[in-house]
């Protein structure tokens, strides 16, 4: 079991950046693949940004590819989702999750509680 806490959302302009934090505690955290996800009320969660931790592999969704960047500082405990060129279409609420393999976020995966990004135009 992990426990995940996100932060670093906000309100800001188009064209702008922020940069989202997601402290971890509970397990070794090093162990698991990290990602990053949002939601929109009455979408589904959908995929962002993830490092699946068996393969090295780095994967973004491609409305982001380009603008978001996901790292790690295992020393800390802590995913991060550097944003730039904030767009509307990226409003949503963000969740970082952490899972075993990186194929079960949803089913078995740890999740944070969200925080809220919106994007005026």
């Known amino acids: 079991q992990v426990q995940l806490v996100e932060s670093g959302g906000g309100l800001v302009h188009a064209g702008d950046s922020l940069r989202l934090s997601c402290v971890a505690s509970g397990r070794a955290f090093s162990d698991y693949a990290v990602g990053w996800f949002r939601q929109v009320p009455g979408k589904e969660r959908e995929f962002v940004a993830a490092?699946?931790?068996?393969?090295?592999?780095?994967g973004y969704a491609d409305s982001v590819k380009g603008r978001f960047t996901i790292s790690r500082d295992n020393a800390k405990n802590t995913v991060y989702l550097q944003m730039n060129s904030l767009k509307p279409e990226d409003t949503a609420v963000y969740y970082c999750?952490?899972?075993?393999?990186?194929?079960?976020?949803?089913?078995?995966?740890?999740w944070g509680q969200g925080t809220q990004v919106t994007v005026s135009s």
């Open positions: 999750a952490a899972d075993r393999t990186g194929t079960t976020w949803r089913s078995q995966g740890n």
């Open positions: 490092i699946i931790s068996h393969t090295g592999r780095i």
